[in-house]
């Protein structure tokens, strides 16, 4: 099956066969959303094409366990909100845009993690929300 994001936005002459990998990590929009995902967690997230490996990789290089926690639920939250897009498409659900991608990201990662993770919530609640992992490591280690 092409990729009906790709096909949508005149792609389709690439022929880009809709896969777990494409859809998740090679679509122009996956790019594009987890471009400003790094951006907005201050980190280096390498090419990956894969959930595991991704998952690995936030293991094996963040040392801080609650910001491993933190960063885990965000990247579940990006490949989650990348499959609803997909499906709003798939099945032409107009309410959802690629415009909200990134702030639905935010905001379902902020509930996720005030509710599942465990953390202090005063805390947390300020350093998600200011876009930095690096101050929220900070009020991390003072709790």
Not at 7 to 19: Q, W
């Amino acid at each position: 099956m092409t990729c009906q994001i790709c096909y949508r936005k005149g792609h389709n002459s690439l022929g880009s066969i809709e896969d777990v990998q494409h859809v998740f990590f090679k679509c122009d929009v996956a790019v594009e959303v987890w471009k400003k995902v790094a951006s907005w967690l201050d980190l280096q997230i390498p090419a990956i094409d894969d959930i595991s490996m991704l998952l690995d990789w936030a293991e094996a290089s963040i040392s801080d366990a609650k910001k491993r926690k933190v960063v885990g639920a965000i990247i579940y939250t990006t490949i989650w909100m990348l499959w609803r897009f997909r499906n709003s498409i798939v099945f032409k659900d107009p309410k959802m845009k690629k415009s909200h991608i990134y702030d639905n990201i935010v905001i379902h990662s902020f509930d996720w993690c005030m509710n599942r993770c465990g953390l202090d919530k005063r805390c947390f609640a300020i350093d998600l929300i200011t876009n930095r992992l690096e101050p929220f490591e900070t009020s991390l280690d003072d709790h």
